[in-house]
């Protein structure tokens, strides 16, 4: 049974809080996973903190190359924000595919990554654009990469005295092209199978940099590098892509092992990669410097 309900006003309130009854408490933001968690008995905090008081936590803002985003910013609201829409319209993308409108009223950006889940849509994105978390706890604030925080499965770095209070991401450089795709067993109130996002920058047909994460592949997100490293310097074309997409196959296979599932996933891996390469090449401007 939950004891006490706290709703701070600020970031300094809620760290304070968090830091006075450690372990006994929860932070609660959407409630879209924790009240699931807790009706299924799996966790039993004694405390809730609720974020959804804190406003400082519920903006985006754009500075210096970078977009700031609070962490208690719905998905809903990304996938409204002219700015995200404009700038990182992946982003945008992959809100608009998570749950039903129910979920992405109420579920957040900092939720989504302080859950750590495998599946997670909105999380991928954010590693693919460079991702930091800024994380605040009573007296400091911190930076940390996304790929360094989630650390597993429903598993991050984060102590029991620590808040995700927002993530910062680089606009990504003009001229680069944006995909992004989910693949579940429906279309909407679905979670992904698999899910993907690619950024790809190129010199006419040559190919300079490439940002590719593919989600509910790898226990946590990560780039795939060994894809990225063979793509720059190559001419764009479908072939390579398609080899593209065969090194992404044997990575993921790398690092899971063969599964199950392994008869499924790995074609569509493959052909994922190959389709996001492609999306985003034709969404880029390739630029003759
Ligand atoms: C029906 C349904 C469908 C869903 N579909 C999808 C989907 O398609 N795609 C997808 O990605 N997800 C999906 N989800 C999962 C969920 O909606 C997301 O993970 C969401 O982002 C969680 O955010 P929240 O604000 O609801 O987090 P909460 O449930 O409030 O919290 C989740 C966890 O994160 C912690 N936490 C929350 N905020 C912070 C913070 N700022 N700092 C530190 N810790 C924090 C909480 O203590 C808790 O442990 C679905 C969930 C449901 C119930």
């Known amino acids: 049974m939950v004891l006490t309900f706290l709703q701070p ?16 408490a929860k932070i609660l933001a959407g409630g879209t996973d924790l009240l699931v968690d807790m009706r ?5 905090p004694q405390v809730l903190i609720d974020l959804t008081r ?35 319209p992946v982003l945008a993308q992959a809100a608009k595919v998570v749950g039903s409108p129910q979920i992405r009223n109420r579920g957040t950006i900092g939720g989504n990554i302080a859950n750590a889940s495998p599946a997670a849509d909105v999380v991928p994105v954010l590693v693919a654009l460079e991702g930091v978390a800024v994380v605040a706890k009573a007296g400091g604030v911190k930076e940390v990469p996304l790929e360094e925080l989630i650390t597993g499965p429903y598993r991050t770095a984060l102590a029991c005295d620590e808040l995700i209070s927002g993530v910062k991401v680089k606009v990504p450089q003009p001229g ?10 429906r279309n909407s109130l679905a979670i992904s199978r698999l899910n993907g996002v690619c950024l790809l920058k190129s ?40 080899e593209a997409g065969k090194i992404a196959a044997e990575y993921v296979q790398q690092v899971t092992g063969r599964r199950a599932s392994s008869a499924y996933k790995l074609p569509v891996v493959e052909n994922l990669t190959t389709r996001l390469l492609q999306e985003a090449w034709e969404k880029g401007g390739s630029v003759n410097e």
């Open 176 to 185: 680069t092209g944006m995909s992004f795709a989910k693949v579940g067993r």
């Open 40 to 44: 299924n008995g799996h966790i039993k």
């Open 203 to 242: 010199e006419g047909r040559i190919i300079r940099r490439v940002r590719l994460v593919l989600g509910s592949a790898t226990p946590t997100p990560a780039r795939f590098k060994k894809v990225e490293e063979y793509l720059v310097g190559e001419n764009a074309s479908a072939e390579v892509f398609r």
């Open 54 to 88: 804190v406003q400082e936590l519920g903006e985006i803002a754009e500075s210096e190359g970078a977009i700031s985003i609070g962490s208690t910013v719905t998905f809903a609201d990304l996938a409204l924000s002219k700015l995200i829409q404009t700038k990182l």
């Open 9 to 24: 006003a600020t970031i300094a309130e809620a760290c304070f809080l968090l830091a006075k009854h450690g372990q006994q």
